[in-house]
């Protein structure tokens, strides 16, 4: 069973608009949830992360909005730019574990087209 | 440049042949992982160590086999594999298993090809 689901699989967004990605999970142990970006031939790297005591954290053109009843959280792009063309993937862990109690989405193949 | 190396980039094996995969961090970290990436599904992690030792092994076949001789090396032997196994292979570590963060410092990974 996925325990985070994310979607859309993939997506194309024109360069400088908005794109969201969403995902959603069950397990309500989940304390940490980061977002990573893979570049082609690069492995991921964190982008940025949010805990659940917060409903919204930003960094720069990136923000994480959480709705912790709801058990949902999304990524926002502003003014996405065509190097922001990645996949990116959301991640959840469970509290007390550490990097090793990571969940990943399947990830979604963004594309900013110019 | 993570810090965090992998070789080779690239390998091709036959399902008789055996060959290894190295990762190299040079970060200081002590937790080093093995996830296979595969096209639509979700990374999957294999194993983990955790200063040399390992805490962690996802039910693995045995075809995959792990050594870790110190905190900066971690190796991935590989023999009679199937052409189902055939992934992006990544290497990562972090600072420790204590659960402050979750990050992940990721190589670039090995794309292997099973025939």
């Known amino acids: 069973q996925q325990q985070v689901k994310q979607s859309p699989q993939s997506l194309i967004v024109q360069k400088g608009g908005i794109s969201i990605i969403n995902c959603a999970y069950e397990?309500?142990?989940?304390?940490?949830f980061p977002w990573y970006q893979q570049f082609p031939g690069k492995g991921p790297a964190l982008l940025i992360a949010?805990?659940?005591?917060?409903s919204e954290k930003k960094e720069g053109r990136f923000t994480i909005s959480f709705n912790k009843s709801a058990k949902q959280f999304s990524l926002h792009i502003m003014d996405s730019q065509p190097g922001d063309s990645a996949t990116y993937f959301c991640a959840a862990r469970s509290s007390g574990g550490g990097a090793d109690g990571l969940t990943f989405g399947k990830g979604t193949h963004l594309i900013i087209q110019p | 440049e993570t810090g965090v190396t992998q070789t080779p980039r690239h390998l091709v094996m036959g399902m008789t042949n055996k060959k290894s995969l190295k990762c190299e961090q040079h970060?200081?970290?002590?937790?080093m992982y093995w996830y296979k990436q595969s096209a639509k599904k979700p990374l999957e992690l294999m194993f983990v160590y955790n200063f040399k030792e390992q805490t962690e092994n996802n039910s693995v076949p045995s075809r995959f086999s792990p050594e870790c001789p110190n905190s900066s090396h971690l190796f991935l032997h590989l023999h009679t594999l199937q052409p189902e196994d055939s992934a992006l292979y990544l290497c990562?570590?972090?600072?420790?298993?204590?659960?402050?963060?979750?990050?992940?410092?990721f190589g670039e990974g090995s794309r292997l090809t099973v025939l």
């Open positions: 397990n309500t142990a989940f304390d940490y």
């Open positions: 949010i805990r659940p005591d917060v």
């Open positions: 970060l200081g970290h002590n937790a």
């Open positions: 990562a570590s972090s600072p420790r298993l204590a659960p402050n963060t979750g990050e992940l410092f």
